[in-house]
């Protein structure tokens, strides 16, 4: 950044890294991508929460979607910003969240209060997984749940969603950030 009160004290090329560099320089605010190899954006966000540091976190992203927004404040993050918002709206929103206030990208902040996610988080992890094209057995592995559990949780997420089958109801849930 070309900003003379700004510093920038450190780089990571994934979510885990970011984590180690929050922990050893102790920024006073990180600005992360959503979408990272190891963690993403909003993982980071809340294993900062969970760890108890002071760095705030500002997600910066290309992802317009009111449901990533809702999450990312949810885990923790106090910005939310779109990656084409002009230098200086970064800028002033790293030294507003610096100065202890938030910085929300104002379009998408006003879309946020009509869309509520649906969802329950052992759903979207059960979508998460149908998306990626798991069946029921395997998403039962993996969550250590029985099929039959994995078929509630996929039959409430498609009436909620209002989606014919699973497969529609996870790129809609996708769509609109809530995965």
Not at 7 to 26: I, Q
Not at 123 to 131: F, K, N
């Amino acid at each position: 950044m070309l900003e003379d009160d700004i510093r920038v004290a450190g780089t990571a090329r994934d979510g885990e890294e970011a984590v180690r560099l929050v922990e050893a320089l102790r920024p006073d605010v990180l600005l992360t991508d959503i979408e990272m190899p190891t963690m993403t954006g909003l993982e980071v966000a809340e294993e900062v929460r969970r760890r108890g540091l002071a760095t705030r976190v500002v997600i910066l992203t290309t992802f317009a979607r009111t449901g990533y927004l809702r999450r990312a404040l949810d885990a923790g993050a106090v910005g939310y910003l779109l990656k084409d918002a002009p230098a200086s709206t970064l800028a002033q929103a790293v030294r507003d969240v610096h100065a202890g206030g938030r910085a929300v990208d104002p379009h998408l902040a006003a879309n946020a209060w009509g869309e509520p996610d649906p969802l329950t988080d052992r759903e979207r992890q059960v979508l998460r997984l149908a998306g990626d094209g798991l069946g029921n057995g395997e998403i039962a592995g993996q969550l250590h749940l029985s099929e039959g559990t994995v078929r509630n949780y996929l039959s409430n997420a498609m009436h909620k969603l209002g989606a014919s089958n699973r497969g529609a109801a996870a790129r809609q849930a996708q769509d609109r950030g809530w995965l």
